[in-house]
């Protein structure tokens, strides 16, 4: 008789798991063992049983394949082993046992019961676990099943499969040995997200010592590493270097250095990108964090000790509490990112200060299908108030709320908004407000700050245009323009892309947006390579307050006239008379490093072979560059 927990045990290890473990042909030829009699029970005991596989004597327990012991002595999992796991889970047991199966077997989310998130942190390691609560957020579907949760990464070609029982140590997945326990600790954040649990808080690392010990052949191999993303990482993006990378990145070696291990990630995430051909690949932005991560490993050896822990980072609390705040809600709006995660932001600013702050309602891929942006936008209640259609154009007083170190607010359970006045509208009077646009990239460096500690994220703020001039739609883009005026004369491009979301902004601008419009326009500015896009979220003009992306019609099409509807707009919009803009002109001084930039881009990309017939055309009679170098380019800061 098998033993019950054995069976269960075992019952895991499905094709699918097995599969990850090996690969699909091997777990059909066993099946072929299996159907031909060529296996036998020879002995079984409490929680272990041993197998003759064809003519092989197998002996394994509840963790399954992978600690079984096979007389062939194979280095990897033969066929005798995974063989021996689908005779045991064929035999047919007495109806006792197939209960207690039953029953062991009964919910999905019980699998995590056992995977503690604190015993989880220290599995990982320090390096690790930062990893990991990076990469959930790539993360694109979870999908429970009775034995195992399967979760899908868009960086993995495969899924990572966590199996009933098995613990940390029992999770299968492809990924390679550098990456493992980095992708495996997220998959088990995702599934316990996915459950409805709140993930942990990346903690300020208060351990960190004044003089931070830094091992200098660990400092060598990165930056030969980043020689060779230089050599090859914009040509061939060989995957040993992604995984070389990676593996850097999570060592203990890379503990202390929590900067550069983020770097590192990114790189290797970029390299990725490059080698699959993506649309998402950002050669300008690999090339800075190249140049960037070379750098700091060259300050991080010669710099004196005691002043290393400035270089070396530290890992910031995400949240931490905030204090009583006045903010007045200035709109929001609707977004989805390339993985899958979709919610929506609303915007506040301190009228005082003039320092802006958002907060979301968001689900990540895969979780809670059932969540809709637009509806939780109107209907959800937040911070013990109203939903966020009625906070974002109110002014409130929030107390006993998270604050991150990018102004992010959360909404803990003890935060509590109290409503001060409804339906308010910004005041021009306000700091902060932009009237000349030569003041958005003070405006932009303000929020983002500078040097190794500038953020990169999106930046809310108010323009008050002058005159606006009438939207157009760019083929070639694929954007809405939508002109608008400084008070010095100067023109702006606000633009919206040609997607969903987005498209209802589109709609909603084409409707409300007329000759002789006037007010105000909160947009969000977001970097793009050397240059910042102004994207409009929320009107303020003559009547209520519109917020592009959450905009709903006065009445309803049916679905073939909806279709007509878009179509006619997008007609309207390409005929539209409105005067096309093009971009300024560069000056000499921004034209000569563009033309630098783009020189390292080429003959980064064309590789090592062909780079020297790129020489005749060095900009401004630079002089060629050795193969392989890496120079430190400023970082471009935009308009």
Known sequence: ?????????????????????????LV??????VEEGKLRLVSAGEGKAAVEADGQLVTLDARGPRAADCACK???????????VLFL?????????????????????????ALDLTALERWSGKAGWRAALELVATVQQVEPAPNAISVVFADLDDPIRILRGQGFDGIVSKAVKARVKAYHAAAVLAAHRHFGATLPEPVEDETLPAEVEIDSAFLRRVAASLGEVAMLGFNLAPLPLEESLFELSVSSRADSLPRLSTMLRAIAAQLRLRRQRALAFDSDRMLELAAT???????????EP???????????????????????????????????????TAWFIEPETGRWLSTSLARGAGQDPAFAPAEAWRTQAMWQAEPLAVLAHARIALEESRLSVDDRLSAPASARAVIIARHVRPDPRWPGIVREWRDLRETWLRQTGLGLDAGDTAVACLLSPSAVGLPYFDDLTQQLVWPVRDTAGEWLA?????????????????????SGWEGMVLVRLVRAGEQLEARPITLFGADDP???????????????????????????????????????????????????????????EIGPALAQSLDTRSPGGLPPMPTGSIIMACRRWPL
């Not at 059909?28 to 063992?33: F, G, I, M």
């Not at 750098?295 to 991080?300: G, K, N, P, S």
């Not at 606000?494 to 007329?514: K, N, Q, S, Y």
């Open 494 to 514: 606000l633009t919206l892309d040609h997607e969903e979301p987005v498209a209802t902004a589109i709609g909603a601008l084409e409707a409300h947006v007329r």
């Open 293 to 303: 991560a070379f750098v700091l490993t060259r300050a991080l050896a010669g710099i």
């Open 89 to 113: 889970q064929a035999i047919e047991d007495s109806a006792t046992g197939e209960g207690e199966v039953a029953e062991a077997l009964s919910k999905s989310e019980d699998i995590l019961a």
């Open 306 to 344: 005691d002043r290393r822990a400035s270089l070396a980072g530290k890992v910031r609390r995400d949240f931490a509490p905030a204090a009583p705040l006045t903010l007045v809600g200035c709109g929001g709006e609707r977004w989805r990112t390339d993985t899958g995660a979709r919610g929506v």
């Open 28 to 33: 059909r030829r066993a099946h072929r063992d």
């Open 74 to 84: 194979s280095v990897a999992i033969c066929r005798h082993r995974i063989a021996a």
């Open 1 to 25: 008789m098998i033993d019950a927990a054995l069976r269960v045990g075992l019952a895991a290890f499905d094709d699918a798991a097995l599969a990850t473990l090996s690969n699909p042909g």
């Open 546 to 604: 519109v917020d592009l992306s959450l905009w709903r019609r006065p009445y309803t099409h049916g679905r073939q006239q909806a279709g007509h509807a878009m179509r006619g707009w997008l007609e309207r919009l390409r005929k539209s008379g409105a005067r096309r803009f093009i971009r300024r002109q560069r000056g000499g001084t921004e034209a000569a490093l563009a033309a630098a930039w783009r020189q390292l881009l080429d003959r980064a």
